[in-house]
């Protein structure tokens, strides 16, 4: 079992930064790949960024590639997603998740466990 709990969520303006964190307790946490997805009002989860245990492979949305940066801290039991230049469309509930698979699923459905989610919303 994972509990997952994310934090760093704020009202920003358009051009700034934040940095997120997902804070995991339970079993293997550094044996898991960590999802970032998020899902604005009237939309579907999408996902965002992945990273997988050893942090060698990463995945990005084409949507925030360059702009986000996804980390983990296997000691810390953490995971980060470092957003820079937020534009108002990034506007959304951001989740963390976790799972077991191989590589680094971009699919909600891969994922076995979530945490509650952290508001972001990007003013213009």
């Known amino acids: 079992q994972v509990q997952l709990v994310e934090s760093g969520g704020g009202l920003v303006q358009a051009g700034d930064s934040l940095r997120l964190s997902c804070a995991a307790s339970?079993?293997?946490?550094?044996?898991?790949?960590m999802g970032w997805f998020r899902q604005a009002p009237g939309k579907e989860r999408e996902f965002v960024a992945a990273i997988r245990w050893d942090a060698v492979s990463r995945s990005y949305a084409d949507s925030v590639k360059d702009r986000f940066t996804v980390s983990r801290d296997n000691a810390k039991n953490t995971v980060y997603l470092q957003m820079t230049s937020l534009k108002p469309e990034d506007t959304a509930v951001y989740y963390c998740?976790?799972?077991?698979?191989?590589?680094?699923?971009?699919?909600?459905?891969?994922?076995?466990?979530w945490g509650q989610g952290t508001q972001v919303t990007v003013s213009s």
């Open positions: 998740a976790a799972t077991n698979q191989w590589g680094v699923p971009t699919r909600p459905n891969a994922y076995d466990y």
């Open positions: 339970g079993r293997s946490f550094s044996n898991r790949v």
